[in-house]
């Protein structure tokens, strides 16, 4: 049994932004989405969006790696609006996902839980709302913080 504080913020939009998770189908998808995860055995799941995407905080266990917990989420969720509303129904390519200190979790949850609110009153983090379809990580400017000879051995970086 392994010890873990692993937490996520994810972020991911509906295809083309269309807003599609309209207000008689919302409930019912973030129900869904909180299903799939709960059958993956995460045990902290807090869900919040507008019309054209979702932002998920979830603790995912080290078994499950953030982008199979994606695919699960998106192409279950998907199929599931298509089929149980009969509309088509689809989540663009690609998504956000942001390591979380247990520190910053209530701060999180309150931006998940006040979405609605924030894009209302363009009070948006806008690192917090940043999807991609292709890899796109941190800059190499990260590497500026390493000492001159390129190895910090407290922290195991090699250069």
Wanted: a negative charge.
């Amino acid at each position: 049994m392994a010890y873990w504080r692993l937490f996520y913020h994810f972020v991911w939009t509906t295809k083309n932004r269309e807003p599609l998770l309209t207000a008689d189908i919302e409930t019912n998808v973030y129900r869904f989405l909180h299903a799939e995860a709960k059958a993956m055995y995460v045990p902290l799941f807090v869900i919040g969006g507008i019309a054209d995407h979702v932002h998920v905080l979830a603790a995912v266990r080290p078994a499950v790696s953030p982008a199979d917990f994606m695919k699960q989420l998106k192409g279950s969720s998907s199929r599931f609006v298509t089929v149980a509303f009969k509309r088509p129904f689809e989540w663009q390519d690609g998504y956000g996902v942001l390591s979380v200190s247990e520190t910053a979790v209530p701060r999180v949850i309150d931006y998940i839980t006040h979405q609605k609110e924030h894009h209302a009153n363009q009070t948006v983090v806008d690192e917090w709302e940043e999807t991609h379809h292709w890899n796109f990580g941190p800059d190499e400017t990260l590497a500026d913080a390493l000492p001159s000879n390129g190895f910090a051995a407290e922290a195991g970086v090699i250069e």
